[in-house]
């Protein structure tokens, strides 16, 4: 079977840091991606993790841990527009660009 | 913008009819996906192509919807006989082999059952 777990919702202040996590089983493991996704809009690519450990890119980073099949990601100096949803996604193998299974996602509202 | 179009981006239809989606992917890409997503969930894999092969198939995809890719660039998804239950937002996606499957979508097609 397969299944992807993430937090239903979160609530950050503007400024802070925080963290969204993803738990993950699957049959098959070639690679996990974090995208991001405004109401009505489509999702975004925003980071991709094969060999565990930390990848960052400005303000965002993400962790994997292959052997907890656990991943997160790192939204710093949080900004009134990362309210969105986050969709953690694993590609379970193959040549490559085979589909992804996602996790329901994480609605992040940002607060002043 | 992503380079992924799709269209039309809302359709509304009545319980019955049949319905036709068209997606464009980014030009050099050989791959395309389709996914549907409803509120509150992450998007589900309906299909995918490689050039113009249809290489796989979700069990989700009910024998009323069917996917062509037939010059190996556009992509379309008919629905026929159309449910209250196929309401949803229809994903398109496209990708590259070889390319750390980072997977490019559209802004969707969103779909009204009445």
């Known amino acids: 079977g397969q299944n992807i777990d993430q937090p239903t919702e979160m609530t950050a202040t503007e400024g802070a840091i925080v963290q969204i996590n993803c738990t993950y089983q699957?049959?098959?493991?070639?690679?996990l991606f974090w995208y991001q996704q405004h109401a009505g809009e489509a999702p975004t690519f925003l980071s991709y993790?094969?060999?565990?450990g930390l990848e960052e890119k400005g303000r965002f980073s993400s962790f994997l841990s292959r052997s907890k099949g656990y991943s997160y990601l790192l939204l710093k100096e949080l900004q009134m527009k990362d309210s969105a949803s986050y969709l953690c996604a694993v590609s379970q193998g193959g040549s490559g660009n085979t589909p992804l299974v996602f996790g329901k996602g994480t609605r992040l509202s940002v607060i002043a | 913008d992503t380079g992924v179009s799709q269209d039309p981006r809302h359709k509304i239809t009545k319980r019955g009819q049949n319905v036709t989606f068209r997606c464009d992917p980014i030009?050099?890409?050989?791959?395309l996906y389709w996914y549907r997503q409803t509120l509150g969930q992450g998007p589900e894999f309906l299909t995918y192509f490689q050039n113009e092969a249809q290489l796989e198939k979700s069990r989700l995809l009910s024998d009323r919807f069917s996917a062509e890719r037939p010059k190996g660039s556009f992509s379309t998804l008919e629905i026929q006989r159309t449910e209250q239950g196929d309401s949803a937002m229809y994903l398109c996606?496209?990708?590259?082999?070889?390319?750390?499957?980072?997977?490019?979508f559209g802004a969707g097609t969103r779909l009204s059952v009445l």
């Open positions: 993790n094969v060999l565990d």
């Open positions: 699957t049959s098959g493991f070639n690679g």
């Open positions: 030009s050099e890409h050989n791959r």
């Open positions: 996606a496209s990708g590259a082999t070889g390319t750390k499957n980072i997977q490019y």
